[in-house]
């Protein structure tokens, strides 16, 4: 799975999706510091990248549906979690190797101690 990461994300969550095993990039890396969600959804739909975000409007499955992507995973993050915060969840998310490895054309919505799947 190739991983691309929100720019709401921290950066730092590369270093557990890299250790996963998966690869990944990252908006601000691609050119996309800035874009509108619309912009990036269509750089993730078109180089076929499951993309990682703590924006829950990448949740509404009628602007995003998910069978247009390979992969959409919505973290849902308070607005005072820390970066240590943000990576227990991603790790926990990645943890789901059976779920990771089935993420195409499904959405993720990951919470402390669930995942939600829609497709």
């Keep these: ?13 590369a270093d557990s999706i890299l250790v996963a095993g998966h690869e990944v990039s ?11 969600d619309r912009e990036i959804a269509a750089y993730a739909r078109n180089h076929a990248l499951c993309l990682m975000t703590g924006d829950f409007d990448f949740a509404d499955i ?3 549906p998910p069978s ?3 992969g959409l995973v919505v973290l849902r993050i308070p607005s005072i979690a820390s970066v240590t915060y943000i990576t ?4 926990f998310f990645l943890r789901q190797q059976d779920l990771v490895a089935g993420l195409n054309g499904k959405l993720a919505i990951v919470e402390p ?3 939600r799947i829609r497709t």
């Design 88 to 91: 227990r969840l991603v790790k």
């Design 1 to 13: 799975m190739h991983f691309l990461i929100d720019e709401d994300l921290p950066r730092s969550i």
């Design 113 to 115: 101690t669930q995942i």
């Design 26 to 36: 990252d908006v601000r890396d691609v050119g996309l510091r800035g874009a509108s």
């Design 68 to 70: 247009d992507y390979s």
């Design 62 to 64: 009628r602007n995003y």
